[in-house]
Structures are given as C-alpha cells and as structure tokens.
C-alpha cells in the first residue's frame, strides 16, 4: 500500500482488491470449472465411444469429414457408388462417416428403411441438417412427436385423396393452359426449366390460388435462390449461398403474409370460400382442442410445401420425359391407356377421379421412372436413446440416415435393375420397405397423393399432344439438390392430333 494514503483511501483500496478477488473468483472460477467439466465431459464421450461397438466407416476430416466427396457424389448422380463402395468396403447393413459438421450412421437396403420409418418416436425421430431447419423455421419439418403429429394432420385435410379429388379438373385445366403456352408450337423445348412453370403454377395455384402468370414467374426466380442453400453449410454471411437463400426465404414469407392478410379480411367477409385452397384451409381448419395455427406457422408450412411440393414432381416429370422419349414401346402403351380414357368423354370435359383411377399402367410406368431416378436421395433421422442395431451400438443423438437408392437398384429385390420395367409394380408389386421414393413410416411424404395426381394429369395430356425424340440421346442427371437432367433434357417435338 503506498505510504502517505489516508486511511479511508487505503480502506477503498482494500475494498476494491477485495472486489476485484471476489468478482475474479465468480468469473473465473466458474469457467474454470466448466472448462474442466467440458473436457471431462468430452474425455469421457471420447473413451464412452471407443468403447462402443461402432459401425464401421470413415469419418474423415474433423468438421468437414466425407462432406465433399458426398457433394461430389450428388452433383455426378453418384450417390449409390458412395454408398455401395462404402457398404462394401465396411458392412452392407450400416456403416458410419460424417458430412456438414456431425458424425453420420447410413442404414442400408429394405431392412435399414425399415427400421428407420417403424421406429418413429421410439428410438429415432426426424432430422434435417440446419440449413434446412434455418430455411424453414417454424414448419413442419422442425417439429416432433405429438406436435408434427398434430401439423402433419392439419395439412392432410387439404392433401389426402377425398379432398384433392375436387380439385382434378382445376389440375387438367392448368395443364392444358401450360401445353398451350409453353409446348404448342414449338420443335424444340428445354424440359427441365418448362416443368418449372407447369408444378410451380399447380402449386400457387392450389395452395395460394394466384393465377397470374408474373407473380407466379417472379415467385418462382425467388426459389431458385431460396432451394440452392438447402443443402450446405449453413453461413449465413454476405457472398453464400446459404445468405442468398435466407433473403430469398424472407422475401416469399413476406408475399404469403400479404395473400394471407388479404385472405383472412375476404373469408370474414365471404369474398373467399373456406375450401378454395390450402391457404383457406389452414385459415379455418382448427386441431381438436380448437387451436388455429399461428399465422408465422401458416407461412412456414406454406413455405415448406411450395418448396417440396414442386421441384420434386418437376424431377419425376422431366425423367418420365426422358423414358417415354427413349423407349417408343412404352410411350405407346401409355398413349393407348390415356386415349381409352378421353375417347369416352365429352369433347372438352376436364379430368375426373375415376378417369385418373384407370390410368394404372402410367402410374406404374411413372413408379419405375421413380426406381430409377429417385428424386430425393433420402433424408435423416436421430438417435433419440442409445440402441444397436445390426449388433453395432448406436449411439443418442447420432444422425442416422437413409438413402432412397440402396434398395431400388438391389438385383435380389429388382431382377435387371437397371433395365426398365413397369410390370414390376403389377400385382403386390416390390417387397415392403424396398420401393421408397416417398419415404415411409409415419414421416412419410405428405404430399404423395398431390404427387400423383398432377404427374398423371400432365402424362394424359403430354402424351395425347405430341411424341418427341431426345437430342441428347443419354442425358447425364445430378441430385443439385433433387435430381435433374444436368444440360436441361433438350427434345425436338411433332404434335400430333388426338
Ligand atoms: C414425386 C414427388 C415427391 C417425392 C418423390 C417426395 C419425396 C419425399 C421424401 C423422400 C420425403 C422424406 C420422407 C421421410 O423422411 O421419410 C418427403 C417429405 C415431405 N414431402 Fe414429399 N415428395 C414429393 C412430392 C411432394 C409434394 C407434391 C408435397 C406437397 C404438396 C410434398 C410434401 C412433403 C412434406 C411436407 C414432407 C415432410 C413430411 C414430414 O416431415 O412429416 N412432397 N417427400
């Protein structure tokens, strides 16, 4: 202490040494202590897991892991040799390795679909990496349990079969708008970027009832932005991609917030029915205990359908374009089934349900399209306990995922897999849990039926219009995130006159 200080100097002095100990100690102590505990904690995962009887695979680079080799792979259509030199080089059923920052346990074949979409909210629940969760918020895809039990349930009074059926003849109607617009007149046409228009319009359509084609076009540029940071590391700073597609996300939350608005004053005041769209649905469709849904939770979901519900039947379409241009047998067949159907209408009556119910040889030919080219590649789930399976532990919290193509292309499930064949879809058709273009369990595609129905409305009246002939004969595909043809699937058309 210097000399010379009064004593009531030297008592503040003291007192500030003395707060400064006792500040030191509540600071530093504590995070002492959590540094300690954390290493603890991680020393203790680290020995806990060597002792574990992991699957085997390679986890790579810390943080980074297989992540890119697993990008390349998607970008060169290439995701079942990742897989399979992986089965095969550690265990056909599972193995491990690590992509976007976790490590990753992949299930393989019928029996690891399987286990995966039957143990739901047992030992496994749904995971997506996040930069989707970031992207979509508050949907459906971000919830668990009881509460994506109860969101799922809502969006299926819109999406399940009775309902869609009387929106078959607004489907029809678009479809021929589309033809008439974009296809008639011209000898050569681009499919890939076409089939945009045609699913993107079906859904605004549908979901939002906007019917003006700039809307529509604008809304559309700004997925195209909103779908590239899907996949990816999430960094949201200015230059990514991922920063790219959170502007666009917001920029679509904010046009659906303004339909909405408008919506919520025209049902008050009945200028809009309850049933005309989704949006009316979600707006006066209440759970059991009487619950709206909140109006940012509308939005997301909106959001989280416009995105799922189009780029992958976009992907189904312009395969099946790709098929029907290569194999005339099948293109015939096709023709033949959607000719027996409209030769017993009336000139110009749109699309009925039990039109669509005969048309099964298509839906089968538009099944294998599926086998073959899946348009999702797969999707993920989490450890919710610690289990094993296939006799390897499975540790809480690991990111398990399943990929749709494991089992599609399996000789012991589809004899000549790489040939087509729809009659492998006569009958019972493939065995449970090997055909898993949709998923399965009970976070299964909400949108199959929507799915189905609008690639059979456009496959009627495609086929009835025009054959076509691919200019490149064996056009590459890329999972960029869905599948798509990787130079845009060019064909020369000839109409023809049904
Ligand atoms: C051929 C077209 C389609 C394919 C191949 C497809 C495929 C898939 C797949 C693989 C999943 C993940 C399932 C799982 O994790 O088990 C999924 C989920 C989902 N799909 Fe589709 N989908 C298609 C069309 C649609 C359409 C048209 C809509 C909406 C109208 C839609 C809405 C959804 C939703 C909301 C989910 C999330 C379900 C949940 O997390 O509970 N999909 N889809």
């Known amino acids: 202490m210097p000399n010379g200080m009064h004593l009531q100097d030297k008592v503040k002095v003291l007192r500030a040494l003395y707060f400064m100990e006792v500040t030191n100690l509540v600071v530093v102590l504590p995070a002492v202590l959590a540094f300690f505990a954390l290493s603890l904690h991680l020393i203790n995962r680290m020995v806990r897991l060597r002792n574990l009887n992991l699957p085997p695979g390679r986890l790579g680079w810390p943080i980074v892991g297989e992540t890119f080799e697993f990008m390349r792979a998607m970008l060169e259509d290439n995701v079942l040799r990742f897989i399979q030199e992986r089965a095969e080089k550690y ?25 995966l979409f039957s143990n739901e909210n047992k030992n496994v629940q749904v995971w997506w990496p996040s930069s989707v969760k970031k992207l979509l918020r508050l949907s459906l895809v971000t919830k668990v349990g009881d509460e994506a039990k109860m969101v799922r349930r809502l969006l299926m009074n819109f999406l399940n079969a009775e309902t869609l059926r009387n929106y078959l003849p607004k489907m029809d109607r678009i479809a021929q708008r589309h033809i008439d617009k974009h296809w008639k007149g011209k000898e050569q046409v681009f499919v890939y970027s076409i089939l945009k228009l045609y699913t993107f319009e079906l859904a605004c359509c549908l979901f939002l009832s906007i019917e003006d084609s700039d809307q529509i076009a604008k809304l559309s540029l700004k997925f195209d932005e909103f779908l590239k940071g899907m996949i990816g590391f999430p960094l949201n700073i200015p230059g990514t991609r991922f920063h790219r597609s959170m502007k666009a996300a917001d920029a679509i939350r904010k046009e659906i917030k303004i339909i909405l608005k408008k919506r919520k004053v ?68 096709v023709l033949k089934e959607q000719l027996e159907i409209s030769q ?89 849990f090997s055909f898993v273009p949709f998923g399965g369990g009970p976070r299964m595609c909400l949108g199959q039926e929507f799915a189905r129905l609008e690639i059979l409305v456009f496959m009627h009246n495609i086929v009835k219009r025009f054959k076509w002939e691919l200019v490149i004969p064996d056009e590459k595909l890329k999972y960029d995130p869905m599948l798509e043809p990787v130079k845009g699937l060019g064909i020369r058309l000839q109409a023809s006159s049904y």
């Not at 265990?91 to 286990?115: L, W």
């Not at 029915?273 to 209440?286: I, K, N, R």
């Not at 039990?354 to 294998?368: H, L």
């Open 266 to 333: 025209d049902l008050e005041e009945k200028r809009a029915s309850p049933t005309q769209d989704l949006l009316s649905h979600m707006l006066v469709t209440s759970d059991p205990s009487g619950r709206f849904m909140p109006e940012m939770e509308i939005i997301d979901n909106i959001l989280l359908l416009l995105f799922a519900g189009h780029d992958t039947s976009r992907s189904v379409l312009s395969s099946l374009m790709k098929y029907l241009g290569q194999l005339p047998q099948v293109y015939e067949h």
């Open 91 to 115: 265990d056909s059923r599972v193995f491990k390795t690590s992509m976007f920052g976790d490590p990753i346990i992949v299930f393989c074949g019928p029996a690891g679909n399987k286990f």
């Open 344 to 432: 017993v209408k009336e000139a110009g009556q749109l699309l009925q349900w039990e039109d669509v119910q005969k048309m099964k040889y298509s839906w089968n030919v538009a099944s294998e399209v599926m086998r073959l080219c899946p348009p999702v590649s797969g999707a993920y789930r989490e450890a919710t306990t610690d289990f094993t399976y296939a006799d390897y532990n499975i540790p809480k919290g690991w990111k398990l995922h399943w990929i749709t193509g494991s089992s599609h292309k399996d000789p012991t499930l589809f004899s000549n897999p790489e040939t087509f064949d729809a009659s492998r879809f006569e009958g019972a058709g493939p065995t449970p």
